[in-house]
């Protein structure tokens, strides 16, 4: 039995991060392309080898490299430097005094060797600080771009049957328009209707062939869009079958899952992080007004080969170094505003982020809601329009009713088998993007799904229509008497 959508305690943050993240991990262990799979393969498929997911999942390698990088800065800074010259010195004076000559050929060598501390930087210390919230909210933003390939990868895989299954009425409706049209030119040719009945019959299967093509054409589109995400080709993907289940989710109550959303959606989650990332920048630029204090110690050595001197110079030196910015011409004080500015712009972000995961959660259950009562509403159109069909069959049979009658009655119920079609993939669709809304759309998600699969398969290469079995109505009608 498949499993329901019920929902599991919501975590920690820190948990919720890690969960967020584990497709990734996972992906890791699979990887084998396919040219025939299911949901839950090609959802494998699709975090191996997403290029958008790729490239976020490097962004928030180099977001973590570069918290790093910002804090080395308040370790130990050793640094070290080194001269080699040669001097030529050339006098043109001349002194009573005896003198070694007109010039000199100097040779020098230096070294230099420092090391820093920070004791106290408020600054360097509330950009380590950003740095972490940078993480923060680069890891709910994978975690939104892995929710949003879950969806798609579905939505492209529930598009594919959808259209797989309109394309299946549409030929059911072609090949039955088919029938009459050979049916009415046989009856015209032995005088039992007249020509315009065969026109309308003609004009009928013009149409019911035009709108199968665009059909066709519509299922190689979808596939073509899978492909994309996952960089895969398929020939063929299991289909829905009849059993699955057309309920709503657990529990049946929509603020529970708007509260679940405000707990849950990434997006929303990455919305908050910006916040706090905008305080932290507020939070330097009030920083550099603040004095910093570093330890040092520092070691020089020097030496040459001049006439008349011998040995070397070194010395050493260790201390404290504190430095107070006193005026900068406004800047800090502009750079203070400019961030209390954009933390204000950040929280409005943030409450619109809100507002419209709101909306977005009341919208797919309300729609999921109508979903259930249409799925049973077009199954009950297919039952009604089958019945009405085989009456207006039966009347055009005794002649109270006319081959536009018929054509009609046939197109309500491949329009019928159609809508049912397009109804089920709809429940799905909304269920999973209720889902992704409430921030727990996640690989077991897909997997609940993938057991509403069965062994039948829709194929990439479409079959090529076989006019024979359209026109083959068996003997051809004749005159009573």
Do not use: C
Not at 307 to 318: A, I, L, M, R
Not at 387 to 406: C, M, P
């Amino acid at each position: 039995m498949p499993r329901s959508f019920a929902h599991t305690p919501s975590l920690p943050r820190h948990r919720w991060l890690q969960r967020a993240l584990l497709p990734s991990l996972v992906a890791a262990a699979w990887g084998t392309p396919a040219w025939s799979a299911d949901l839950l393969t090609i959802t494998q498929d699709a975090l191996n080898n997403n290029a958008a997911l790729s490239s976020e999942r490097l962004v928030t390698r180099s977001t973590e490299a570069a918290r790093d990088a910002t804090e080395g800065e308040l370790k130990p800074q050793v640094s070290v430097s080194g001269s080699l010259s040669h001097n030529r010195e050339f006098e043109s004076q001349s002194t009573p005094l005896p003198t070694s000559g007109g010039g000199d050929n100097v040779n020098s060598v230096g070294l230099s060797l420092e090391a820093t501390q920070a004791l106290f930087d408020a600054l360097k210390r509330r950009q380590v600080d950003q740095a972490d919230r940078q993480i923060d909210q680069q890891l709910f933003q994978l975690a939104a771009t892995e929710q949003q390939l879950l969806i798609d990868v579905a939505s492209a895989y529930f598009e594919i049957l959808r259209a797989y299954e309109v394309l299946d009425a549409r030929r059911a409706q072609e090949r039955a328009i088919g029938r009459q049209l050979e049916q009415a030119r046989e009856q015209f040719e032995v005088g039992l209707i007249a020509i315009t009945e065969v026109e309308e019959a003609k004009a009928a299967f013009d149409q019911a062939r035009a709108v199968r093509i665009a059909a066709d054409s519509d299922l190689q589109v979808r596939f073509e869009a899978l492909e994309r995400l996952t960089g895969q080709r398929y020939d063929s993907i299991d289909a829905l079958t009849d059993a699955m289940p057309v309920t709503l989710p657990t529990p049946e109550d929509r603020d529970y899952w708007v509260e679940l959303g405000m707990e849950n959606n990434p997006l929303v989650l990455a919305s908050e992080a910006g916040v706090e990332l905008r305080r932290s920048s507020l939070e330097i630029a009030k920083a550099q007004e603040l004095p910093t204090l570093d330890a040092f110690a520092s070691y020089n050595y020097s030496d040459n080969d001049r006439s008349g001197v011998s040995g070397y110079n070194s010395d050493g030196e260790v201390g404290l170094r504190v430095s107070m910015p006193l005026y900068t011409g406004g800047t800090t004080e502009a750079t203070i505003q400019e961030n209390t500015f954009l933390l204000e712009s950040s929280q409005y972000d943030f409450e619109d982020q809100r507002r419209e995961t709101v909306q977005q959660i009341r919208s797919r259950y309300t729609q999921l809601s109508n979903n259930v009562s249409t799925v049973e509403a077009r199954q009950q159109a297919i039952v009604s329009n089958q019945s009405a069909l085989d009456a207006t069959r039966a009347g055009y049979e005794v002649g109270t009713r006319n081959i536009v009658d018929v054509l009609n009655a046939e197109q309500n119920l491949y329009n019928a088998i159609a809508d049912h079609a397009s109804a089920r993939y709809d429940y799905v669709i909304n269920l999973l993007s209720l889902r992704q809304q409430a921030g727990t759309l996640d690989v077991a998600a897909l997997e609940d799904v993938n057991e509403w699969l069965g062994e039948e398969r829709v194929e990439f290469t479409l079959p090529e229509d076989n006019l024979d079995s359209v026109t083959n109505i068996g003997e051809r009608p004749r005159r009573n008497g």
